[in-house]
């Protein structure tokens, strides 16, 4: 019997992917470019394993499926994709579908989508999100492609997909390489929710000197309130961690230098290419370039001992309640940034993509899941906000949130502590509530030194000021 699908790749998602789609009932037909992995991994399947079929070739693969055949790629981003595509191109007809199912970039997705002639099989750009124990229980699955090409798979996506009370967390979002776009804005805002947890770590641990289980208390209890969420659930859970080896909190031995792998680097850049601002997201990628540079930081401690203050421990109960309301203030800023990066992009690739679905796909299976994105997921089926800040629910949350974000920003600032994803969220906020800005005066300088020109408030047309006598 023939395999309903094809998978290549059996790397950490591929691997999980694929017993995922057999325990669904689906026929999976494997390939690896490492043949060894192909049978270790079919070996070790378990129960699946009838439903598994191992190959050795690309041919032996797409001789396996049945036609029309749809080929889901899980490998490494980059040049192996095109690799793979153009070695199964040959061996595809039309009505095939080559499914890139890794972190590409979009730019690639478009790219790889219009180099195909009219005889080339269907390309999907699919966007999975949820790690590995996602990929093996159910991701969030954010696709790109027509609408015809999505209905051929949907139901196995469907399937395979994490579920939200019942309702799957996979739409086809947009054509060409909307879901890889949609993927990259998750990762950046999963960057920025990620980096401002740090720094209220950073707070808790340097300004109040508690202890990693001692913060993972803290973290825990905030997982009962509105920060409910996965990352709020591990980050508890990592601090709670002991290190078998020495017996200290695990985080304590883990070097400070973060990794990253360029999905938070494409958000930012998207949205400085797109003129949308994206503060918290720019922060997040910076503080880890900046986390890289242990030794220049070692050096630099020293030249510039810290002056950071303890905080007093009779303001400790109020302040660490401003932490969490601070926090969630924060998160409400950055996931504005993004969803409005995500509709910047809709209308200049003219993607219509929706942004409600969007949420509540978000709303399990993947990394920043939380009952949060279904207060978004409302408010964009409420109107359509030109951002999330606009939005009744959220001018409620963050009128209270901004203020302990205040105290928790301004008291980070005086005792040295770094806090740059949560301060910009606040500038970003206190600059788009301001209805009259600066940049009157950024314009009267581009007038003086490159008579770029300005518009008046009080009469229309373009104006030149009066320095030309100034020199
Ligand atoms: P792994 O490193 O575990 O596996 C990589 C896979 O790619 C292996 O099967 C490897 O084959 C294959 N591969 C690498 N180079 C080539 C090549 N030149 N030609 C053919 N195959 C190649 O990666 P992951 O499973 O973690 O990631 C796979 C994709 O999923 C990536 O795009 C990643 O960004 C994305 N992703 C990862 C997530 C995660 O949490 N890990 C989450 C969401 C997406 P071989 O065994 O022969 O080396």
């Given at each position: 019997e023939k395999a309903d699908i094809g998978l290549i790749g059996l790397g950490v998602m591929g691997a999980n992917l694929a017993l995922n789609i057999a325990e669904k009932g689906y026929r999976v037909a494997v390939y690896n470019r490492t043949t060894e992995k192909t049978h270790e991994f079919h070996e070790n399947a378990g129960e699946f394993k009838e439903r598994i079929i191992p190959c050795d070739t690309l041919e032996q693969l797409v001789g396996s499926i049945r036609a029309p055949r749809p080929i889901i790629l899980m490998i490494k981003a980059g040049d192996p994709v095109d690799q793979e595509t153009k070695a199964l191109k040959p061996l595809l007809m039309r009505d095939d579908i080559i499914i890139?199912?890794?972190?590409a970039n979009f730019h690639d997705t478009v790219r790889r989508l219009n180099s195909l002639g009219a005889d080339d099989p269907t390309f999907v750009g699919m966007g999975v999100s949820g790690g590995e124990e996602g990929a093996r229980h159910g991701p969030s699955i954010m696709v790109g492609g027509t609408k015809e090409a999505y209905d051929r798979i949907s139901p196995v996506l469907t399937a395979?997909?994490?579920?939200?009370?019942?309702?799957?967390?996979?739409?086809?979002?947009?054509?060409?390489?909307?879901?890889?776009f949609v993927k990259t804005i998750h990762n950046g805002i999963e960057y920025a929710d990620m980096q401002m947890i740090a720094e209220v770590y950073g707070i808790l641990r340097d300004g109040l000197g508690l202890s990693a289980p001692a913060i993972g208390s803290v973290f825990s209890k905030w997982n009962d309130g509105p920060l409910n969420s996965y990352l709020i659930e591990i980050t508890a859970k990592v601090l709670l961690a002991v290190d078998p080896d020495t017996g200290k909190a695990a985080v304590d031995v883990i070097l400070d230098s973060a990794g990253q792998k360029g999905t938070g680097r494409w958000s930012a850049i998207e949205a400085q290419m797109l003129g949308i601002p994206a503060t918290g997201i720019e922060a997040a990628v910076a503080a880890r370039s900046l986390s890289a540079l242990k030794s220049e930081r070692q050096v630099a401690e020293k030249a510039y001992p810290s002056g950071a203050a303890a905080l007093s421990p009779e303001d400790r109960a109020r302040f660490i309640d401003d932490l969490e309301q601070g926090l969630l203030a924060g998160k409400i800023a950055a996931y504005a940034q993004g969803f409005a990066v995500m509709a910047g992009a809709s209308k200049e690739y003219e993607w219509d993509l929706p942004l409600a679905t969007i949420?509540?796909?978000w709303r399990a299976g993947c990394i920043i899941r939380s009952q949060f994105l279904d207060v978004i997921a409302e408010a964009f089926d409420k109107g359509s906000p030109e951002n999330l800040l606009l939005a009744p629910a959220f001018i409620e949350r963050m009128t209270k949130g901004s203020a302990a974000l205040r105290n928790v920003v301004s008291t980070a600032a005086l005792s040295g502590l770094p806090v740059p994803a949560l301060s910009s969220a606040l500038s970003y906020f206190d600059g788009y509530r301001q209805a009259r800005g600066t940049a009157n005066l950024i314009q009267a300088q581009r007038d003086f030194f490159g008579a770029h020109g300005f518009k008046r408030?009080?009469?229309?047309?373009?104006?030149?000021g009066p320095w030309s006598d100034m020199g």
């Open positions: 890139d199912a890794g972190n395979i997909s994490a579920k939200y009370e019942g309702e799957p967390c996979s739409a086809l979002l947009g054509p060409d390489g909307a879901g890889h949420a509540r796909i408030l009080d009469r229309e047309g373009d104006f030149h």
